[in-house]
T-cell receptor
Framework: GQNIDQPTEMTATEGAIVQINCTYQ??????LFWYQQHAGEAPTFLSY??LDGLEEKGRFSSFLSRSKGYSYLLLKELQMKDSASYLC??????????WGAGTKLIIKP | SAVISQKPSRDICQRGTSLTIQCQVD?????MFWYRQQPGQSLTLIAT?????????ESGFVIDKFPISRPNLTFSTLTVSNMSPEDSSIYLC???????????FGEGSRLTVL
């Protein structure tokens, strides 16, 4: 079956760095996405990786290793507003979007 | 980007009734998607709304329970029929190019079925 694993919850301190991991097993691969979802709100797109390596976008970076079926989202200089759920999603060979359950990130002062 | 308006934003419904959720996009889009997000869980695709033809439903979802309309390229509706408490969820309308990966979501409609 198709599966995406990410930690259920993480806690970090304001100003610090946190890495949220995502591993996947899917039928083929056409891209990996990270979305941010604040409580009670809709998900918003953060990043897209289709080739191996690191994609940097401001305080957020996303890394992909296709051979390992692994990605991480790196958040630097954490702010209280970064408290949210972070969803990892993968498109398989049929461009079916498979969603992880999300990682709830709690930022403490 | 796309701006998506959904309504109602929330509703409390009685068992056995039906509710229609509307999704309006500020630009013409080819594909519109309807997702469900149950409390504490990730997104589950219900169906893809196709303009001019029947929606394409995912495994576990059927047209009788979740009829969908797509009269034009900027609007779609999802009806949750004969509701039960198990249908209590957030329903999200989404547009975008799944191949490109970036989806835009409406604010969601939070349904509570008593």
């Amino acid at each position: 079956g198709q599966n995406i694993d990410q930690p259920t919850e993480m806690t970090a301190t304001e100003g610090a760095i946190v890495q949220i991991n995502c591993t996947y097993q899917t039928s083929g691969f056409n891209g990996l996405f990270w979305y941010q979802q604040h409580a009670g709100e809709a998900p918003t797109f953060l990043s897209y990786n289709v080739l191996d390596g690191l994609e940097e976008k401001g305080r957020f970076s996303s890394f992909l290793s296709r051979s390992k079926g692994y990605s991480y989202l790196l958040l630097k200089e954490l702010q209280m507003k970064d408290s949210a759920s972070y969803l990892c999603a993968v498109t398989d060979s049929n461009y079916q979007l498979i969603w992880g359950a999300g990682t709830k990130l709690i930022i403490k002062p | 980007s796309a701006v998506i308006s959904q309504k109602p934003s929330r509703d409390i419904c009685q068992r056995g009734t039906s509710l229609t959720i509307q999704c309006q996009v500020d630009s013409q889009v080819t594909m519109m998607f309807w997702y469900r997000q149950q409390p504490g869980q990730s997104l589950t695709l219900i169906a893809t709304a196709n303009q001019g033809s029947e929606a394409t439903y995912e495994s576990g979802f059927v047209i009788d329970k979740f009829p969908i309309s797509r009269p034009n390229l900027t609007f779609s509706t999802l009806t949750v029929s004969n509701m039960s408490p198990e249908d209590s969820s957030i329903y999200l309308c989404s547009v975008g190019d799944r191949e490109a990966g970036e989806l835009f979501f409406g604010e969601g409609s939070r349904l509570t079925v008593l």
